[in-house]
């Protein structure tokens, strides 16, 4: 089975990909030779991803889902939340983004913080989305070099490291992307799409 993931986020798609069942197989914008970004407009990250959803299902008719994430902070009353990416301004450089964070919160006590993801399915017929949490707290400093985005300023809860400390198979048993894929594929094997 073919499905269409609605990013250009080749760092997304590895981690969608190291979870998806053998014989699935996920072609992303790239693939699909479109290279326009998709407006990241909506006020809420669940209308960003359905918009991300919706606007590839009318360009090719493909079923196709879509992952739209967060960054959550308590002291900051949630922020940069929908805003994440272009925290630190429209140039969407994680390092800008992360150095904004650590500085917002240089005099903060509370470093609490959640990773969000929704994903959203659609094809036309069926619209639906599925919520991945995890709570953990931001660092005061950046560690490591894998993944991406935010992840080497955050440490998921209970553990010592930050995400980007992580091999990926262990950034994925506390992910909010893993988290929400779980229950993406749960809700795939029920409609046997
Ligand atoms: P978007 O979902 O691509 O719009 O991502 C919003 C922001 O969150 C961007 O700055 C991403 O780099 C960051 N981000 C998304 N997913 C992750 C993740 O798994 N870890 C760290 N940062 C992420």
Redesign the pocket.
Known sequence: MKIVFASH?QK?AAEIRSVLPSGMILLTLHDLELHEEIP?DEPTIEGNSAFKANWVLQRFGLPCFA?????EVSALNGAPGVH??RYAGPA?S?DA?MDKLLRALANESDRSAQ?KTVMTYCDGEIEQQFTGLVKGVIATEKLGAE?????PI?VPEDQQLT?AQMPLAQKNLY?H?ARAMAQFLAFLKTKAL
């Open positions: 986020n997304k990241e992952d739209d994430t967060g960054l994440s990416a969407r994680d983004n990773f993944g991406f985005g935010y992840d955050f995400f992910s992307r």
